[in-house]
């Protein structure tokens, strides 16, 4: 079955100290990752996504995340968190968007993240 | 960048009443369009996949004759919610693939039923 799983729901970290969501998924095909944040209210951001090449990838706002393709993993993470940080992370995985059957994303519970001052 | 417009953003309307959603994209052709719902504090769940010309497939458990989807032209689909009432309120959110990259988000459209 293909799923994601965010296993932490809440998270607290205090300003300037870093973070880590876990994210793991199970996909019958090549995996393209996704991270997205969603603030109160609104709609979904993009943070970053991995499709191919070097594991390691960086997104916005200073996130980055790393696959790890034998532990099924996709931990997003920043070395240092600010207070705008607060909100709630998605963790999504879906099919090669540019192949002729782009399918849905499937998206993890989500994570919600508070900070600390 | 590939973008898709998602109209209105957040809307009220009265229980029995119908409320029609719209996504757009802007700047490439949308082959296929999914629907998700939200509802608060929780994940977003797939509703339904339209292909352009085609009858839109829903998911198991929502109902087609209440969540209506049109998906006439390369460029727009439309939700609608028929007969809403309170249990409908959500954060409906489309997202669209075709000759853009895939899994292009609209803003999200936050229903409230009364």
């Known amino acids: 079955a293909q799923s994601v799983t965010q296993p932490d729901i809440h998270i607290t970290v205090s300003e300037g100290a870093s973070l880590e969501l876990r994210c793991n998924y199970s996909?019958?095909?090549?995996?393209?990752l996704f991270w997205y944040v969603q603030s109160p209210g609104q709609g979904l951001q993009l943070l970053l996504k991995?499709?191919?090449?070097?594991?390691l990838v960086q997104g916005i706002k200073g996130f980055e995340a790393e696959f790890k393709r034998s532990q099924s993993s996709f931990n997003l993470r920043k070395p240092s968190v600010h207070w705008s940080d607060a909100a709630e992370y998605f963790c999504?995985?879906?099919?090669?968007?540019?192949?002729?059957?782009?399918?849905?994303?499937?998206f993890g519970k989500g994570t919600k993240l508070s900070v600390k001052p | 960048g590939a973008v898709v417009s998602q109209h209105p953003s957040w809307v009220i309307c009265k229980s029995g009443t119908s409320v029609k959603i719209e996504c757009r994209s802007l700047d490439f052709q949308a082959t296929t369009m999914f629907w998700y719902r939200q509802f608060p504090k929780q994940s977003l769940m797939l509703m339904a996949t339209?292909?352009?010309?085609?009858?839109?497939?829903?998911e198991q458990g929502v109902e087609k004759d209440k969540f209506l989807i049109n998906h006439a032209s390369l460029t727009l689909s439309t939700l609608t919610v028929t007969s809403a009432h309170p249990e409908d309120s959500s954060f409906y959110i489309c997202?669209?693939?075709?000759?853009?990259?895939?899994?292009?988000f609209g803003s999200g459209t936050r229903l409230t039923v009364v």
């Open positions: 991995y499709f191919s090449g070097d594991t």
């Open positions: 999504a995985v879906g099919g090669d968007p540019y192949g002729g059957s782009q399918g849905n994303l499937i």
């Open positions: 997202s669209a693939t075709g000759t853009g990259p895939g899994y292009t």
């Open positions: 996909y019958g095909a090549t995996p393209y």
């Open positions: 339209s292909n352009e010309g085609s009858k839109a497939t829903y």
